[in-house]
């Protein structure tokens, strides 16, 4: 019984004009250009701040970072890991624990 609605299903499907879709004009793609504000902002605290300079940077501006609240160490150890494994961001497990340290010691919740 079910074979047979199936197969009626599809035969019904191939007999419906698709004329009427593809007469439809295509979407509309237009480019944009956007021209983003430069920054000359860097990470305070010299060589402390080298693994942030060489990971974080990828895709965040040192202002991006910078302008975080506060969080615990805790948070953000789940900040840097989400990165890692939700936003794929290349960074070495070596890194992970110099990137809090310095985070917290800039940004750090009391």
């Known amino acids: 019984m079910a074979y047979r609605t199936l197969a009626a299903a599809c035969v019904l499907a191939l007999?419906?004009?698709a004329a009427p879709y593809a007469a439809?004009?295509?979407f509309p793609l237009k480019?944009?250009?956007?021209?983003?504000?430069?920054?000359?902002?860097?990470?305070?605290?010299?060589?402390?701040a080298d693994p942030v300079s060489a990971n974080c940077v990828i895709c965040h501006s040192p202002g991006m970072v910078l302008n975080q609240p506060p969080l615990t160490q805790a948070a953000w150890e789940a900040e840097v890991r989400k990165m890692i494994n939700v936003y794929k961001a290349p960074i070495p497990d070596a890194a992970i624990a110099p990137i809090v340290?310095?985070?917290?010691q800039i940004k750090g919740a009391n």
């Open 15 to 17: 007999a419906l004009p």
């Open 24 to 26: 439809q004009p295509p």
């Open 31 to 48: 480019s944009e250009t956007v021209t983003l504000p430069t920054s000359t902002r860097t990470f305070p605290g010299g060589s402390a």
């Open 101 to 104: 340290a310095y985070l917290v």
